[in-house]
DNA sequence: TGTAATATACACAGACCTGTGTACTATGCA
DNA sequence: TGCATAGTACACAGGTCTGTGTATATTACA
């Protein structure tokens, strides 16, 4: 009957209700999506805390790695933001959206979101001493100032051509540093748009 | 007895606790800590969404505008965010808060948030104009880009320095668009330093 | 003083929440 | 076949929430 083990049917559903409709939606809710007993979901889940430190902890997955040239490896990223934000269940970063709905500033979703952050940064870290950047560990930040605005600026706006903004914007500071020789290029050719098949990386 | 106005101390109070503990309070403890009834705060607003409009409605401020140089004022608008992190009751933008936690992305709370981020973003454009930049529409849009990104990055890290990182980009956006001749000028001396007497006013 | 507006205390309806208890059923395995 | 494991259905306790009803008190003003 059911083809999936039930406790990964109820991470699967928390992910896409505790996502798309915060984490203030109901354990009953989230039970009944995914077609299982409210019991059997607290044998697996001891509460619904845990439930949500499981679903933040599902979302922490690495950034794809290629071998193009460093620069346009993050200058990439900006097009898969871009992606990102047009997915029609775009609502945010999940991880800012947990911390910035649960009060409590001990509760364990505060570190989670911290080593999501810190991981996508030191990505770009890496990639700029790959590029023989100057200062790897301030602009990394910058970088992600830029990508965790873009997300916000999104969400507000209802526009995922801010990535676009922000992608300029890291041009500009890659030159500043070194690591983009050629002029903006054109606005790179009017995108291949591949529509993302479920669910953008963005958190 | 009460010196100001009921309505007054209900938009004060709900003010507090919205944006500290997010509006999923309730309206007895924002009666409660108001010191009115519950009643009192139903007859003047009929509604806690109409409560929730009128908060974030009050938050609806203009940038204070003096008669530095636009270049100036706008690098100086980082270091009032950088105070504003510092503050301790910091968690994050009012308004991206708002947006997040309402999922009906047909609330009202969606066009004031979307106007108050236009309004900084016009506020930038203005002064960029001013300085005779480029692209100003463009240059606007990366800059809020950067501030939004500093308030989600100050929220998850509970740093208030990022501000300086947010700072340093947009001089080198602003370099770039021939806004600023001078070199980074050393990290601007240890900063003045003066502690926010409430809320800074960053939505 | 009298009258009208405004505030209060307090109970309540109806809904939803988390988490538990309990008895029943299906399934895999020896 | 027997038995343990895992799932289901369903009620319930105890709490919170929004919003209303009602009867009483305070205040402002003519």
Not at 34 to 55: C, E, F, M, Q
Not at 78 to 84: C, I, K, M, S, W
Not at 98 to 127: C, G, M, S, T, Y
Not at 157 to 175: I, S
Request: charged share 25%; with cysteine; glycine share 6%.
């Amino acid at each position: 009957m059911s083809r999936k083990p039930a406790s990964e049917r109820i991470l699967e559903t928390a992910d896409r209700l505790f996502y798309g409709q915060g984490t203030v939606i109901g354990v009953d809710t989230i039970a009944a999506e995914a077609g299982i007993s409210k019991r059997t979901l607290y044998n697996h889940y001891p509460s619904k805390d845990t439930l949500i430190v499981a679903y933040l902890q599902r979302r922490l997955r690495e950034i794809p790695t290629t071998d193009a040239p460093p620069a346009q490896q993050i200058l990439d990223d900006f097009d898969r933001l871009e992606r990102a934000f047009g997915w029609d269940g775009f609502r945010g970063c999940a991880f800012v959206n947990a911390v910035a709905e649960l009060k409590d500033p001990r509760h364990a979703a505060n570190a989670i979101a911290l080593q999501f952050k810190e991981r996508r940064r030191q990505w770009f870290r890496a990639l700029l001493e790959l590029g023989g950047a100057p200062d790897p560990e301030g602009l990394s930040l910058q970088l992600l100032l830029l990508v965790d605005g873009a997300i916000a600026a999104a969400l507000v706006r209802k526009d995922p051509t801010v990535a676009r903004a922000a992608k300029e914007a890291a041009r500009v500071l890659l030159q500043a540093a070194g690591l983009v020789a050629h002029a903006p290029t054109a606005p790179s050719a009017p995108k291949p748009a591949d529509p993302p098949a479920s669910r953008p990386p963005l958190g």
